[in-house]
């Protein structure tokens, strides 16, 4: 293993949640008057904690999201998680390895704590992640595109970070992991491979992955 850590992102990499979540944003961003197609969803927000949505509104539009906006969206997706989500195929067989030859990894998301957990309860993946193994935007100050987060997941689990390896799916999360110093595995079943500039190797399905990393 030529890594002490594998830090996983969650939404796209872990649990086929990105075309539920992104088809979600987008329908209540238009619900609102921000008219917002998946495809702008995916390019503008994914991989982005949900301040990026306010801010990019704002932004945009000089008008401000509604105070409910993050409680109402997380509602939705947390019931459709439950009707719909599923893991990323592939990704508990590279899970059963790393446990298997004990390499230690965790789990470094944008999405918030309860997000995780929903849908790692939803497709059984919360066997893999302990409280311990799990880090949110929601610990840190500054979500990805910073590298605050990815930082703070190595010091809590004892690693260097040029001793770490990121498997991201989203740009935001390969800049953050360059910017903190880490190799990046860039998977790219749902982003052009382009868009993952940056990324030490890039790899189209999960299968690809243990041999990167072995």
Not at 173 to 190: K, R
């Amino acid at each position: 293993m030529r890594y002490d850590l594998v830090i996983f992102d969650n939404d796209g990499v872990l649990v086929d949640s990105e075309p539920i979540s992104n088809r979600l944003l987008a329908g209540y961003l238009t619900e609102l008057g921000h008219p917002t197609s998946y495809e702008d969803s995916i390019r503008d927000y994914m991989g982005s904690a949900m301040h990026r949505v306010h801010d990019l509104v704002l932004e945009r539009t000089g008008r401000r999201l509604p105070e409910d906006f993050d409680e109402v969206f997380h509602a939705r997706v947390f019931a459709a998680f439950e009707r719909e989500l599923r893991p990323v195929p592939g990704v508990t067989d590279v899970l059963e390895k790393l446990a298997a030859d004990g390499v230690p990894y965790c789990v470094a998301s944008s999405g918030s704590h309860e997000r995780i957990r929903v849908g790692h309860r939803t497709t059984g993946l919360d066997r893999w992640f302990t409280d311990e193994r799990v880090f949110s935007s929601e610990d840190v100050g500054r979500g990805k595109p910073a590298p605050d987060l990815f930082l703070y997941a190595a010091e809590r689990m004892g690693v260097a970070p040029g001793r770490c390896v990121v498997v991201e799916d989203s740009p935001l999360g390969v800049q953050a992991a360059v910017a903190a110093g880490m190799d990046v595995y860039g998977f790219t079943a749902m982003t052009p491979p382009e868009r993952l500039a940056g990324a030490r190797q890039l790899f189209a399905g999960m299968p690809e992955l243990t041999g990167l990393l072995m």
